[in-house]
C-alpha cells in the first residue's frame, strides 16, 4: 500500500481555495515554460547542464565558508576572547540569532525585488573582506566583530542562493539538478573541517584558515556572475 505524504499538484489540495488553486496552477505554468530546462527535459539533460554545476560549485563554495565558521569558531572566539566555554557558548548563540534575522529579512528583500544574484554576489564579497580583517587581526573584538559579520553575511545569502536554480529548472530536471547541485555542495561538510584542522597543525593558528577563506569567497562571486550572464544570454535567445 502507497501512502503519499504530498498531494501530486494543487488540483488535489484540500485546503486551497478554487481561486488560489486557479492561481497557483497558471503560476506553476508560466515558470515552467520559463524555464531552461522544463518539464520535458531528463534527468540526463540536468546532470550534463553548465548551469546545474556551477549552482553547485556556488554552493560548495558558500557552505565551505560556513561549515569552517560552525566548526572553528568556537574555538578561535575562546581562544581570542579568552572567556569560558558558557561565555563563548553565549556569544556563539547570540551572533547566530542575529545571523537568522539576517536570513529572514534577506530573503524577503530577494523575493521582494525578484532578485538573486546581487543577493548572492554581495555577501561574498563582504565575507571576504571580513576574512581578511580577522586573519590578520590583533585585537581580541576586531576577530569577533570581523567573524560576526561574516557569519550574518553567509546566513543572509542562503535563502537567495537555493532560489537560485528554480530560474531555469523545472519538472524532472529540477529534481535531479537541485539533488545533484546540493551533492556537490554536501561535500564541503568533510573539506572545510578537514582544510582548518590542516592549517592549525600547520601554522599553529586558525589565522592563515580564515584568511584563505576569501579564496571559496571569491570563487563564489565568480561563479555566479558567470551562471547570471548564461541566464541572461538564454533569456535574451528565448525572447
Request: aromatic share 10%; hydrophobic share 55%.
Amino acid at each position: 500500500m502507497i501512502f503519499k505524504l504530498l498531494p501530486d499538484g494543487p488540483e488535489t489540495v484540500a485546503w486551497l481555495t478554487k481561486e488560489e488553486k486557479a492561481w497557483l496552477q497558471i503560476e506553476l505554468k508560466t515558470e515552467s515554460a520559463q524555464a531552461h530546462l522544463g518539464p520535458k527535459a531528463g534527468a540526463l539533460q540536468a546532470l550534463g547542464s553548465a548551469k546545474v554545476w556551477m549552482t553547485g560549485g556556488y554552493l560548495f563554495c558558500t557552505l565551505f565558508i560556513g561549515h569552517a565558521y560552525a566548526f572553528c569558531a568556537p574555538a578561535i572566539l575562546k581562544a581570542a576572547t579568552g572567556w569560558n566555554v558558557t561565555r563563548v557558548g553565549f556569544l556563539v548563540a547570540v551572533i547566530g540569532l542575529v545571523a537568522a534575522a539576517a536570513m529572514l529579512l534577506a530573503s524577503r528583500h530577494s523575493d521582494q525585488t525578484e532578485e538573486r544574484p546581487l543577493h548572492c554576489i554581495v555577501p561574498c564579497l563582504i565575507m571576504a573582506v571580513g576574512f581578511a580583517v580577522a586573519g590578520t587581526a590583533r585585537e581580541s573584538w576586531v576577530l569577533v566583530v570581523a567573524l560576526a559579520i561574516c557569519f550574518w553575511a553567509y546566513n543572509s545569502l542562503l535563502g537567495p542562493s537555493f532560489a537560485v536554480p528554480m530560474q531555469f529548472l523545472a519538472g524532472r530536471a529540477a529534481a535531479t539538478g537541485i539533488a545533484a547541485a546540493n551533492t556537490i555542495a554536501m561535500l564541503s561538510g568533510f573539506a572545510a573541517p578537514y582544510y582548518m584542522g590542516i592549517r592549525r597543525d600547520a601554522t599553529g593558528s586558525y589565522q592563515a584558515g580564515l584568511r584563505e577563506l576569501i579564496v571559496p569567497c571569491l570563487c563564489g562571486v565568480v561563479l555566479m556572475m558567470v551562471l547570471t550572464r548564461s541566464l541572461k544570454r538564454k533569456d535574451a535567445t528565448i525572447a
